[in-house]
């Protein structure tokens, strides 16, 4: 049995982000809540984990099938009293223009869950009652159960907005003032990371939503059957062990990636190079995206992290880099003029050069360079540097959807290690983890 409901915007910018955070969190201190994102990000499920306690997941219907999209958020919500979708973007942005697919409302219809819609009503009164009715009319295959109005600015104009919104048949849960204080502050990716888990801003947001009305939305929220749960990865028992960085340099790991290790017996060990933890001895290193380049001079200190990855790599020992964690493996990173020494596992130079383009979709197919993955595979990018190769460098990765390092290519090779702009999502192949376990072994 699966109990939710999708939090959906307008658009992007709309506040369903705060708003969700903090419904979770007042929702969290009477029940089991487990957190959803729509689409590929990393930043919105840190904060639902702070405030819900639970680690919360992507539902994404390019990196899955629709029916792994659906497993997920069954096995995610296993002993879970009420599941919480944050949607992405606008309810019907997605990946087409023409249909629903890679949109909010397709999760939603996937999931069989109504929708609560937040509106910025900011400067609005009837013409947020048309925004709504107009939503409402669009697909008629979505329940639109409720609204949220956000960044209503006082007493006149919430009663002019309860009496514009009387002919919406649509319930208003609550009306959100206007707190610029508590908007979640932005960085060059997008959301600030909450890994040091502030408190006073998980406050702040659970106080935006005191007058929405909790009791009839728990009340909205939608049963859901299905017949054919499973375990979505591949098992076997390889006995071995993953060492993984987890702080504010490294810090974007897709949860199902973490457990398709753990499926394989691969035991993970999580560090932090940033507070001066050795490198673990491991027989898999693997560096997620994060921030490494706001932290070199830190990262490089710690002379046993950069020092330690090229032994490893020397040994024969399987790395894999994801984005920042592929950065981190380059001979040097540059940012803001400044150029800091790295692992110098591959011969390539790292250079932060602002926002080239993403989040974007990839789909990478391994050529015969590539020796830890054996199926296509699909993800994202970001990309907010370049990298310089040198002559002769190897590429793992083919790409065919998407931009790779070096235009249709991807993935860096140095013997048992591969660094790549790409984000796999492990559950867009059946067996992730099956070539990394068999190349260790």
Known sequence: MLKGIVIAGTGSGVGKTSITVGLMRRLSRKAKVQGFKVGPDFIDPMYHKSATG?????????????????????????????????????????????????????????LGFPVVLVVNARSLTRSAAAMVKGFMAYDKDIEIAGVILNNVSGTQHENKLRDAMRGSDVPVLGMVRRNA?????????????????????????????????????????????????????????????????????????????????????????????????????????????????????????????????NTACCDNKVIIGECGGMLSMCSSIECGGKVCDAAGIF???????????????????????????????RGHAFHYSDVDTAPGCVFGLDIERGIGMNGMRDGLINMNSMGSYMHQH???????????AERCG
């Open 181 to 309: 204080e508590h908007k979640i502050p932005e960085r060059h990716l997008g959301l600030n990371t909450d890994e040091s888990g502030s408190r006073q801003m998980l406050d702040g947001m659970e106080s935006l939503t005191d007058d929405v009305d909790i009791d009839s939305l728990v009340g909205m929220c939608r049963d859901t059957v299905s017949d054919s749960i499973r375990c979505p990865y591949k098992r076997r028992n390889s006995g071995l062990k993953a060492a993984v960085p987890m702080d504010d340099a490294f810090c974007f790991y897709y949860r199902e990636n973490i457990e398709c290790l753990e499926a394989s017996g691969i035991r993970v060990e999580y560090f932090s190079p940033l507070n001066g933890d050795p490198l673990p001895n491991a027989d898999i290193y693997y560096l997620g995206g994060g921030y490494p380049e706001l932290y070199t001079e830190r990262l490089s200190e710690n002379t046993d992290f950069f020092q330690g990855l």
């Open 426 to 436: 492990a559950l867009s192949a059946k067996d992730w983890a099956g070539g990394i």
């Open 347 to 377: 011969g390539a130079k790292a250079r932060m050069v602002g926002k080239r383009h993403g989040p974007a979709y990839i789909e990478a197919r391994p050529n015969k360079n590539c020796v830890l993955f054996r199926e296509t595979v």
């Open 54 to 110: 639970r680690h919360s997941r992507n539902l994404d219907s390019f990196m899955m099938s629709r029916d792994t999209v659906k497993n997920v958020a069954f096995c995610g919500s296993k002993d879970a009293d009420i599941s919480i979708v944050e949607g992405v973007r606008g309810l019907y942005e997605g990946s087409s223009g023409k249909d629903d697919s890679g949109s909010t409302a397709e999760i939603a219809k996937i």
